[in-house]
């Protein structure tokens, strides 16, 4: 069975300064990853994903992830983090052939700091 | 594009009473449709995955008595809580799958928050 590991429950950042939100993956086979973002109260809005190919993907709101097998990981980056970035942010693997089973990590809260 | 609604977005209830709660995909047609549960401070758990035109598979623990599913249409899913008591309030998440070659992604709705009193 597969399982992702957020290993930060909360990072506390300055605007304007970088972000990395770090992910392991465990999956036999090759992963789909997915990245959502959740504000308070609200669904899932999701960032960015990766299926195949190129391992640097690029998202919506000037995220962007690099998937590396050899690390199992799927680390989300940001180069200047905006006030509005403060959420929630999950790190999901879907199972081979779809994304109709997503496995979801525990989450790590993002405090932006004026 | 993907967008997926949930109707109501906030409802309290007396216990013992049903609530249903309706998942819709706006602008595409999902086969597949999920229902995930969100406790405050924690991740999404999956409770059910519902197919257009069969029965909900539902996660173990999910009681499928108490949680009915309904996926009637390629757009809207419905889940029961029936009998519902304090224990049953949470957020309560769909989500609608679009699936395509190597495109497979779920999109969420904004979320029910059921409170029973």
């Known amino acids: 069975a597969q399982s992702v590991t957020q290993p930060d429950i909360h990072i506390t950042v300055s605007e304007g300064a970088s972000l990395e939100l770090r992910c392991n993956y465990s999956?036999?086979?090759?992963?789909?990853l997915f990245w959502y973002v959740q504000s308070p109260g609200q669904g899932l809005q999701l960032l960015l994903k990766y299926f195949s190919g190129d391992t640097l993907v690029q998202g919506i709101k000037g995220f962007e992830a690099e998937f590396k097998r050899s690390q199992s990981s799927f680390n989300l980056r940001k180069p200047s983090v905006h006030w509005s970035d403060a959420a929630e942010y999950f790190c999901?693997?879907?199972?081979?052939?779809?994304?109709?089973?997503?496995?979801f990590g525990s989450g790590t809260q993002l405090t932006v700091l004026p | 594009g993907a967008v997926v609604s949930q109707h109501p977005s906030r409802v309290i209830c007396k216990s013992g009473t049903s609530v249903k709660i309706e998942c819709r995909s706006l602008?595409?047609?999902?086969?597949?449709m999920f229902w995930y549960r969100q406790f405050p401070k924690q991740s999404l758990m999956l409770m059910a995955t519902?197919?257009?035109?069969?029965?909900?598979?539902?996660e173990q623990g999910v009681e499928k008595d108490k949680f009915l599913i309904n996926h009637a249409s390629l757009t809207l899913s419905t889940l029961t809580v029936t009998s519902a008591h304090p224990e049953d309030s949470s957020f309560y998440i769909c989500?609608?799958?679009?699936?395509?070659?190597?495109?497979?992604?779920?999109?969420f709705g904004p979320g029910t928050r059921l409170t029973v009193l």
């Open positions: 989500s609608a799958g679009v699936t395509g070659p190597g495109a497979d992604t779920q999109y």
């Open positions: 602008d595409f047609q999902a086969t597949t």
């Open positions: 999956y036999g086979a090759t992963p789909y």
């Open positions: 519902s197919n257009e035109g069969s029965k909900a598979t539902y």
């Open positions: 999901a693997v879907g199972t081979s052939g779809s994304a109709r089973q997503l496995t």
